[in-house]
């Protein structure tokens, strides 16, 4: 089964909003996670990515949140807009492998 | 810089026949990722090349499927005999190296099988 998942299917936001997407993930060998943005007939686009000895990091208007303890990983966007809108999904990579293992993805909906 | 580049974009094949699907990975990447995405769902390891080897085939299906990153030229995802089943996004990604975990994708090829 999957090792990644999302709480949420999809998420609506109001324009200028924070949006908080998460994820739950099973693998506890997992030393290497990665948001990525899909919008619609397009490839993933690299958002963030975060290492398992870390437990925050920031970039622009996103910040990965990664909690070891409880296996949760989330995106934070700050002042959400339009352009946001798209499928956000959260992989994971256990460092000895080679492949990436993906979560369901969660839908960002931007209402003006 | 250009990025990884895929072709064709969009790929229609009648049940039975063969599907080849491109990949040019960014330059200066030698290591080559091939994934297959459903409708409504998240991406699907398949394979794993670097030049002219296959390092992890363990999301390949047994039959019908096979891939390729000659010394030359791009990678190849080969399907033969396509069944319905077997429409989907496939994407590629590239990475510089085997330690360096980003992976870069392309646009995908979306496979539709009639």
């Known amino acids: 089964g999957e090792s990644v998942g999302l709480h949420l299917p999809t998420l609506s936001v109001q324009e200028g909003d924070n949006s908080i997407i998460n994820c739950a993930y099973s693998?506890?060998?997992?030393?290497?996670f990665i948001w990525y943005k899909q919008e619609s007939g397009k490839g993933p686009q690299f958002i963030i990515d975060i290492r398992s000895n870390m437990d925050k990091r920031q970039g622009q208007r996103v910040t990965v949140l990664l909690n070891k303890t409880v296996k949760h990983l989330s995106l934070q966007i700050a002042a959400t807009q339009p352009g946001d809108s798209a499928v956000y999904f959260c992989?994971?990579?256990?460092?000895?492998?080679?492949?990436?293992?993906f979560g369901t993805g969660t839908r960002l909906q931007v209402t003006l | 810089n250009a990025g990884v580049m895929q072709n064709p974009r969009h790929l229609v094949r009648r049940r039975g026949q063969e599907a080849r699907l491109r990949c040019s990975p960014m330059k200066g990447h030698s290591h080559v990722y091939w994934y297959r995405q459903l409708p409504e769902e998240g991406l699907k390891f398949m394979v794993y090349?670097?030049?002219?080897?296959?390092?992890?085939e363990s999301g390949m299906p047994k039959e019908r499927f096979s891939a390729e990153f000659p010394k030359e030229g791009p990678s190849i995802l080969r399907i033969q005999q396509v069944v319905r089943g077997d429409s989907a996004a496939y994407f590629c990604?590239?990475?510089?190296?085997?330690?360096?975990?980003?992976?870069?994708f392309g646009p995908g090829t979306r496979l539709t099988v009639t």
């Open positions: 090349l670097q030049k002219e080897n296959i390092i992890d």
């Open positions: 992989a994971e990579n256990t460092g000895t492998a080679s492949k990436l293992t």
């Open positions: 990604a590239s990475s510089q190296g085997a330690m360096t975990y980003e992976q870069y």
């Open positions: 693998n506890s060998a997992s030393d290497y």
